[in-house]
């Protein structure tokens, strides 16, 4: 059994459990998610089904929603794979026997650190280009199935540097005439204020009564009524109905480039915070093996199993919270999240070398 397990055979034997433990466990918990997400709104699910086409909705609605769950399937799967992997191999005391042929636990565990590192990748891509686009999807369709319009929000065109308040929006993505209520249009020329903003002919139009308020350059106060103002020059606006739809959601449904082009303190911390996913796979499978694959566990896996995942935690609460204070800190946000992952990882490997069993 040993030879089999040789430097080689064993990679590609530990590759090939891995996988398929991750891909078992990563499944297992999407699909009691999606479960009970449906158990908890089955109610709402069910009146909305009584309108025409709205089947379509709801199936579109999960399939959103796989991504968001990914991002929690893939992390924990990652972890929870390897000790499932190692399990029967302490066991059987496979671990005790290779270490007699010279090959080290940590030796022979580093396929699994291969694959949690491509984890790690896979979650991070997903988690700041699929991810985003999907929340917003989902918010979008949770709307139409309850009849809701968006909340008000303020950003800015980065082209012209013009700060926007939109109010309740409804018809962005589908029904009626993409229409805004109460808009204020902050530019350097002064203030514009509209009862409504409607998508006409292919552009924005405001309606409604419009107010525009002027500072001239002698510094006079001056407050005009006119019958129209076109949204053109520093009062353009460059987005679609469905542009404009993503700009009215938290900053959590942007992927990482449209959070860099905003360009605020706190989106360029919420990128940063995101990218830090790319590690947590690793560092909880770098603590989580030494504490689990002890010679003393061999016969108490259920405990090993309990210590390691709750080592595991550790290292990653170190890298969330880093994103967490990335906002606050005086620093660039890369600072504080590159040194949480510094701060969690150098002590994970130095763990996981010194690994005996």
């Given amino acids: 059994m040993i030879s089999s397990l040789l430097p080689g055979r064993l990679d590609s034997y530990l590759l090939r459990r891995g996988l398929g433990a991750l891909f078992m466990v990563a499944s297992l918990i999407i699909v009691v998610a999606l479960a009970i997400d449906f158990l908890i709104n089955i109610g709402t699910l069910a009146k909305s089904t009584t309108k025409g086409g709205q089947l379509a909705?709801?199936?579109?609605?999960?399939?959103?929603?796989l991504p968001q769950l990914a991002n929690i399937a893939l992390p924990i799967g990652a972890v929870v794979s390897c000790l499932l992997v190692c399990a029967p191999m302490l066991k059987r005391g496979e671990f005790i026997a290779l270490s007699a042929n010279g090959i080290s636990p940590a030796r022979a565990a580093r396929m699994l650190l291969a694959l949690m590192l491509v984890v790690g990748v896979v979650d991070t891509v997903i988690a700041d280009f699929i991810s985003p686009k999907a929340i917003a999807r989902t918010t979008a369709i949770e709307d139409i199935l309850q009849n809701q319009r968006r909340l008000g929000r303020v950003w800015q065109v980065?082209?012209?540097k013009t700060n926007w308040f939109a109010g309740r929006a409804q018809g962005l993505i589908r029904g009626d005439v993409p229409t805004v209520d109460r808009v204020v249009i902050a530019s350097k020329g002064?203030?514009?204020?509209?009862d409504q903003m409607v998508w006409q002919e292919g552009r924005w139009q405001l309606q409604g009564?419009?107010?525009e308020f002027r500072v001239t350059p002698e510094g006079h106060c001056l407050l005009y009524r006119p019958t129209e103002i076109p949204l053109e020059g520093d009062l353009a606006l460059p987005y679609d109905p469905q542009q404009l739809y993503r700009n009215l959601l938290p900053r959590y449904t942007m992927t990482g480039p449209e959070l860099l082009r905003i360009g605020g303190r706190t989106e360029i911390s919420y990128a940063w915070s995101r990218w830090s996913r790319l590690v947590v796979p690793l560092l909880a499978a770098l603590i989580a093996l030494p504490v689990f694959v002890r010679f003393s566990h061999r016969d108490a896996l259920v405990m090993g199993t309990i210590r390691a995942l709750a080592a595991a935690s550790v290292p990653v609460m170190v890298v969330v919270a880093g994103g967490m204070v990335a906002d606050t800190?005086?620093?660039?946000?890369a600072v504080p999240v590159l040194s949480a992952?510094?701060?969690?990882l150098i002590p994970?490997?130095?763990?996981?070398?010194?690994?005996?069993?």
């Avoid at 909705?57 to 929603?65: D, E, K, N, T, V």
């Avoid at 800190?329 to 946000?333: E, Q, V």
């Fill in 57 to 65: 909705l709801i199936a579109s609605l999960y399939w959103y929603r």
């Fill in 190 to 194: 002064g203030l514009v204020c509209a």
């Fill in 329 to 333: 800190s005086g620093a660039h946000p």
């Fill in 158 to 160: 980065p082209a012209t």
């Fill in 209 to 211: 009564h419009l107010l």
């Fill in 348 to 357: 994970s490997i130095v763990v996981y070398w010194r690994w005996r069993l």
């Fill in 341 to 344: 992952v510094a701060l969690a």
